[in-house]
C-alpha cells in the first residue's frame, strides 16, 4: 500500500463549480498534513496545512479525519486559476522534517 | 529574496556522462533535500541533509551522490548518467514542515 494515495484524475470542472479531493494515509503515527499545489512544468508550493480541527483559506477549506485516516480539500466558486496539481503530503513520523508526496490530483477548471 | 537557486535548469547527458546539479538556499534553513518525479510515481526523495556536515539516503540513492557544502548549498552528483535518471530534480529546504523548492532541473538522459 502506498504512503499517500490520491485520484489522480483528471477533474474537469466548470468554472464557478465546487470541488473536493480526497488522499488517504498509511501510517497512523503521521501528525502534520498538507496540500501544495504544482503547476504545469513548475515547482510544488504549499497551499495550506491541515489542521486537526479543519481550517480554511478563503475558497479552500482543508479537513482531517484521523480515524479513517483521510484528508480532504475543498474548492469553492473554482477559477480558472485553480487549474493545477493539487498534492496531498504527511510527514513521516520520527523522520524529522522529512515529508511523503501523493502523485497528485490534476484539476482542469473549464471556462 | 531568492528563496532556493537551482542550476541548470535543462541538461541532456549521454549514457556514462557525469555531472553536478547544484542547489543554494538563502533562507538559513537547517535541512535541505534532493527530490525526483516521474510521471506517475510523484516526488521521490533522493538524498536529505538535516543539517550542515550531515547527509542520509532517501528512497531511491542509487546512482547518485550528495555534498552539503555548507548550511547554504546541497549538491547531487550523477556519477555515471543511466537512461533511468532521466527525470526532473528538485532541490528544496525546510524549517519545520515548510517545504520552499528549486525551480527544477530537467535532465535527460541520452
Known amino acids: 500500500r502506498k504512503e499517500v494515495e490520491q485520484d489522480p484524475g483528471p477533474f474537469n470542472v466548470p468554472e464557478g463549480a465546487t470541488v473536493a479531493f480526497n488522499c488517504t494515509y498509511s501510517?497512523?503515527?503521521?501528525?502534520?498534513f498538507f496540500w501544495y499545489r504544482q503547476d504545469c512544468r513548475k515547482e510544488p508550493k504549499l497551499l495550506m496545512s491541515?489542521?486537526?480541527s479543519g481550517n480554511e483559506d478563503g475558497r479552500f477549506t482543508a479537513q482531517l479525519n484521523r480515524a479513517s485516516q483521510y484528508i480532504s480539500l475543498l474548492i469553492r466558486d473554482s477559477k480558472l486559476s485553480d487549474s493545477a496539481t493539487y498534492l496531498c503530503?504527511?510527514?513521516?513520523?520520527?523522520?524529522?522534517?522529512?515529508?511523503?508526496f501523493g502523485t497528485g490530483t490534476r484539476l482542469t477548471i473549464i471556462p | 529574496n531568492a528563496g532556493v537557486t537551482q542550476t541548470p535548469k535543462f541538461q541532456v547527458l549521454k549514457t556514462g556522462q557525469s555531472m553536478t546539479l547544484q542547489c543554494a538556499q538563502d533562507?538559513?534553513?537547517?535541512?535541505m533535500y534532493w527530490y525526483r518525479q516521474d510521471p506517475g510515481m510523484g516526488l521521490r526523495l533522493i538524498y536529505y541533509s538535516a543539517s550542515e556536515g550531515t547527509t542520509d539516503k532517501g528512497e531511491v540513492p542509487n546512482g547518485y551522490n550528495v555534498s552539503r557544502l555548507n548550511k547554504r548549498e546541497f549538491s547531487l552528483r550523477l556519477e555515471s548518467a543511466a537512461p533511468s535518471q532521466t527525470s526532473v530534480y528538485f532541490c528544496a529546504s525546510s524549517w519545520g514542515h515548510g517545504y520552499t523548492f528549486g525551480s527544477g532541473t530537467r535532465l535527460t538522459v541520452v
Open positions: 533562507m538559513n534553513h537547517n535541512s
Open positions: 503530503v504527511v510527514n513521516i513520523p520520527f523522520g524529522n522534517e522529512k515529508l511523503t
Open positions: 491541515v489542521y486537526s
Open positions: 501510517n497512523s503515527a503521521s501528525q502534520s
